[in-house]
């Protein structure tokens, strides 16, 4: 563990700015939510309303939790927003181990750490010491938003803590997929299908008999039932899985050699395919494993929405307070509904955007942009598939959000033509999302080392407007920053092509000026 001190300091300076946002992130989620739900249910009325209407309701309980939870108005904020909160800093931990273990090993930064006075396992204990200290405070934000908007103080603080055990899971089990794999990308996926996985396992075992939720990190979590039983018994188990990885992390670090995994990658084909032989084909090869997944992601979240809307009606008339935050109000539930569904899921396709577009970055400071810049691939076509990919993947994605919501709520009512109609609905953001696209494009042409920076703020910007802004009450003027404030919100509203043309062309926009400040300044820096 030599230089353990040292190199924890060195962690946590580079991740002074990232850190803070995703602290920040589950901070709000709780807060907005605590503060939302103790003014929708503030009475043992609303609450019990909540419960006729939610219990037996299968989609509602996959999607958040336990009804048990629904006792008191403490509960009923965990019910739900614990699930989500938990995947928020699972993702943190995930990445705040991976970034300093697998992806230093990849980009050669570990080798030079290394080369002075440090210990062989000191770069993964300090990785993991800096995401305990980061679920640590996780912990302490979540209890604070907590505890700050009137809920009692015992809960709160179970609240909190099991959050961070959620946390400390997927740090550790980060820590044994570093060793396993020999590139960041196949860890952060093996993860990330775990993490899909505990919410699967969770949902099952809630709808079902409840055992498949013990084998859920998740779940574990949940059934502390925190203002409800107040149970801490259930954290041991995290803590005593988060040990066990832990221990087989360090044992299989002693087991492979540097900047290698335990599972060899699979030889590729001796020629490359034809595809291959333009940027575009090379662009569309490195994203369509992420396009698959956000996809496929986004399909499951539009099949969870869709199969609620058949009793949204029924939901708004037992607690009649919701209809304030649907963007219809309670004159059409269930096309407030799912227009607000539709914004909901287009929010989410801008972070793919960004995350596509950022690719390109990914590239240049790893060093694999300039070989191929050397023949004779200009920089607007290099960064012109990069964008292709992204635009043409949003397009994907969102098709296939409104897909699975449209097949959902079709079913549910018996009527095919949801489909085709949730499928345009989706669409619709699509001028939106890549206007958020070109914002990152913008920050690679002349912010590069702030451009990620930028377009996350960006992204979190439009999601509070769309989301929080009459709970916050921000001024009009701020509101119209946002383009998704001038997509039509069909189908409440009638389709407006002049609005989408305008933001269309502001994305074009900006791409293009992020592709002018690209060619004036040099690649990696």
């Given at each position: 563990?030599?230089?353990?001190?040292?190199?924890?300091?060195?962690?946590?300076?580079?991740?002074?700015?990232?850190?803070?946002?995703?602290?920040?992130?589950?901070?709000?989620?709780?807060?907005?939510?605590?503060?939302?739900?103790?003014?929708?249910?503030?009475?043992?009325?609303?609450?019990?309303?909540?419960?006729?209407?939610?219990?037996?309701?299968?989609?509602?309980?996959?999607?958040?939790?336990?009804?048990?939870?629904?006792?008191?108005?403490?509960?009923?904020?965990?019910?739900?927003?614990?699930?989500?909160?938990?995947?928020?800093?699972?993702?943190?931990?995930?990445?705040?181990?991976?970034?300093?273990?697998?992806?230093?090993?990849?980009?050669?930064?570990?080798?030079?750490?290394?080369?002075?006075?440090?210990?062989?396992?000191?770069?993964?204990?300090?990785?993991?010491?800096?995401?305990?200290?980061?679920?640590?405070?996780?912990?302490?934000?979540?209890?604070?938003?907590?505890?700050?908007?009137?809920?009692?103080?015992?809960?709160?603080?179970?609240?909190?803590?099991?959050?961070?055990?959620?946390?400390?899971?997927?740090?550790?089990?980060?820590?044994?997929?570093?060793?396993?794999?020999?590139?960041?990308?196949?860890?952060?996926?093996?993860v990330a299908l775990a993490i899909g996985a505990a919410f699967v396992l969770r949902a099952a075992g809630d709808i079902g008999n409840g055992a498949?939720?013990?084998?859920?990190?998740?779940?574990?979590?949940?059934?502390?039932?925190?203002?409800?039983?107040?149970?801490?018994?259930?954290?041991?188990?995290?803590?005593?899985?988060?040990?066990?990885?832990?221990?087989?992390?360090?044992?299989?670090?002693?087991?492979?050699?540097?900047?290698?995994?335990?599972?060899?990658?699979?030889?590729?084909?001796?020629?490359?395919?034809?595809?291959?032989?333009?940027?575009?084909?090379?662009?569309?090869?490195?994203?369509?494993?992420?396009?698959?997944?956000?996809?496929?992601?986004?399909?499951?979240?539009?099949?969870?929405?869709?199969?609620?809307?058949?009793?949204?009606?029924?939901?708004?008339?037992?607690?009649?307070?919701?209809?304030?935050?649907?963007?219809?109000?309670?004159?059409?539930?269930?096309?407030?509904?799912?227009?607000?569904?539709?914004?909901?899921?287009?929010?989410?396709?801008?972070?793919?955007?960004?995350?596509?577009?950022?690719?390109?970055?990914?590239?240049?400071?790893?060093?694999?942009?300039?070989?191929?810049?050397?023949?004779?691939?200009?920089?607007?076509?290099?960064?012109?598939?990069?964008?292709?990919?992204?635009?043409?993947?949003?397009?994907?994605?969102?098709?296939?959000?409104?897909?699975?919501?449209?097949?959902?709520?079709?079913?549910?009512?018996?009527?095919?033509?949801?489909?085709?109609?949730?499928?345009?609905?989706?669409?619709?953001?699509?001028?939106?999302?890549?206007?958020?696209?070109?914002?990152?494009?913008?920050?690679?042409?002349?912010?590069?080392?702030?451009?990620?920076?930028?377009?996350?703020?960006?992204?979190?910007?439009?999601?509070?407007?769309?989301?929080?802004?009459?709970?916050?009450?921000?001024?009009?003027?701020?509101?119209?920053?946002?383009?998704?404030?001038?997509?039509?919100?069909?189908?409440?509203?009638?389709?407006?092509?002049?609005?989408?043309?305008?933001?269309?062309?502001?994305?074009?926009?900006?791409?293009?000026?992020?592709?002018?400040?690209?060619?004036?300044?040099?690649?990696?820096?």
């Amino acid at each position: 563990m030599t230089g353990l001190g040292g190199l924890l300091r060195f962690m946590l300076r580079r991740e002074r700015l990232a850190l803070p946002w995703w602290l920040l992130g589950a901070t709000l989620l709780v807060l907005v939510q605590s503060t939302q739900s103790q003014g929708l249910y503030g009475t043992p009325e609303d609450l019990a309303s909540l419960r006729r209407t939610i219990g037996g309701n299968t989609a509602v309980i996959a999607m958040s939790g336990p009804t048990r939870l629904l006792e008191n108005i403490g509960g009923e904020v965990v019910f739900e927003i614990l699930a989500y909160v938990s995947i928020v800093v699972a993702m943190m931990s995930m990445f705040l181990v991976g970034r300093h273990t697998r992806a230093d090993e990849e980009s050669g930064r570990a080798e030079l750490v290394r080369s002075a006075r440090l210990g062989r396992h000191a770069t993964l204990a300090a990785a993991l010491v800096l995401a305990g200290l980061a679920n640590l405070a996780v912990g302490a934000l979540v209890f604070a938003a907590a505890a700050g908007t009137g809920l009692p103080v015992s809960g709160s603080l179970l609240f909190g803590a099991a959050t961070a055990a959620v946390g400390g899971v997927f740090a550790a089990l980060t820590a044994v997929a570093v060793q396993v794999f020999e590139n960041a990308r196949a860890a952060y996926g093996a993860v990330a299908l775990a993490i899909g996985a505990a919410f699967v396992l969770r949902a099952a075992g809630d709808i079902g008999n409840g055992a498949l939720s013990w084998v859920s990190p998740i779940g574990w979590a949940q059934r502390t039932f925190p203002y409800v039983d107040n149970r801490w018994w259930p954290l041991a188990v995290p803590v005593a899985v988060a040990a066990a990885l832990v221990v087989a992390a360090m044992a299989l670090l002693a087991r492979r050699d540097f900047a290698a995994g335990l599972v060899r990658p699979r030889p590729g084909r001796a020629t490359a395919s034809a595809a291959l032989g333009s940027s575009l084909g090379l662009a569309w090869r490195l994203q369509r494993g992420a396009l698959a997944g956000w996809a496929a992601g986004l399909f499951l979240l539009g099949v969870a929405y869709g199969s609620i809307g058949n009793s949204i009606e029924q939901y708004v008339a037992d607690n009649p307070a919701v209809a304030e935050y649907l963007p219809g109000g309670a004159a059409d539930v269930v096309d407030s509904y799912l227009a607000f569904t539709a914004l909901t899921l287009a929010l989410i396709v801008s972070a793919y955007g960004v995350v596509t577009a950022l690719r390109a970055r990914s590239e240049e400071t790893s060093g694999r942009a300039e070989p191929l810049l050397a023949t004779a691939t200009s920089r607007a076509g290099w960064l012109g598939s990069h964008l292709v990919v992204a635009a043409g993947g949003a397009a994907s994605v969102l098709a296939a959000a409104g897909l699975g919501e449209g097949l959902a709520y079709g079913l549910a009512t018996s009527d095919a033509g949801q489909v085709p109609r949730m499928v345009g609905v989706s669409l619709g953001y699509l001028p939106a999302v890549l206007l958020v696209t070109a914002v990152a494009v913008l920050g690679l042409g002349w912010l590069p080392r702030a451009a990620a920076a930028l377009a996350w703020v960006a992204v979190a910007y439009c999601a509070v407007i769309a989301l929080f802004a009459d709970s916050f009450d921000i001024p009009g003027w701020l509101r119209r920053g946002s383009p998704f404030a001038h997509t039509p919100e069909v189908p409440i509203d009638d389709w407006t092509v002049a609005p989408l043309v305008v933001i269309g062309l502001l994305a074009v926009a900006l791409a293009a000026g992020g592709y002018a400040g690209l060619r004036r300044r040099d690649l990696g820096y």
